[in-house]
């Protein structure tokens, strides 16, 4: 489509082309590029006031953010999934905003061999909780399959629950009779320790065939230098550990693999 002489305008260095065509081109000004539109919702991710945990410390900081508000206590729970999780091979992005279509944290998961580094779309809702989690959380997650950008739609997209507590029995149920590919993590609040992890049958068809979450056993120290228990989920092919890359922090020892957690995987 040629446009108009008139319709031509002298763009600045700083502005993008795509931002001139919205403006001048009626087929363009419609819901594909409005604000809330899961294309924009990818332009916006992450603010650049933060992008991160050390950055949004800082930002929470200048601006005097007090530590108990809602806002700042969701995202730096965001912040802290999307670092402990950049250890099991998810790359990231935070959303933000009040039009984020029920979606805090976008982005892939790029397997590691076996799984012939195959990648999965994924987007994540965070939520930081008193109570055990409930099936409500899972009806949540279904509705924001429908806000997802068009690139995370399909079968070999995952959406993802995160949350402080563990789940209960009913959202694992409520979980398995979805048929849109889900997982759910429990991650630590304070430590970003990742405590429970489960995927549905969906999840598993999607990519997951031959992936298992299992728990990781060692010991840490106290700030008295006394020994204690601490434990993580790590996920296994064939009882061998292939994420998450590292050790976790502070931890001696972790080389007793215990009891795999319950996935619906039947």
Known sequence: MLLKPSSLLLVSRNTSARNVLVAHNPICKGRLYSRSSSESMIDRATPRSHHDLPSFLEHAERVDLPTSSPTYVGTHFEYTALHTLSRYGLSLSRVGGRDDQGIDLIGTWKLPPPFDERTLKVFLQCKVLVKRCGPNLIRELEGAFAGAP?????????????????????????????????????????????????????????????????????????????????????????????????????????????????????
């Open 150 to 266: 068009a690139a995370w739609k399909g079968r070999s997209t995952l959406g993802c629950l995160v949350a402080s507590t563990l789940p209960t029995a009913s959202l694992r149920g409520a979980m398995h009779r979805c048929k849109m590919p889900m997982m759910f993590l429990s991650i630590q609040k304070d430590s970003g320790i990742v405590r429970a992890w489960n995927w549905n049958w969906a999840a598993r068809e999607a990519g997951l065939v031959g992936l298992e979450a299992t728990t990781r056993f060692g010991t840490t120290r106290d700030l008295d230098g006394s020994e204690l228990q601490e434990s993580e989920v790590v996920l296994a092919h064939e009882r061998e550990v292939i994420l998450p890359h590292g050790q976790l922090l502070g931890m001696e020892g972790l080389d007793l693999v215990g009891p795999a957690t319950q996935n619906d995987t039947s």
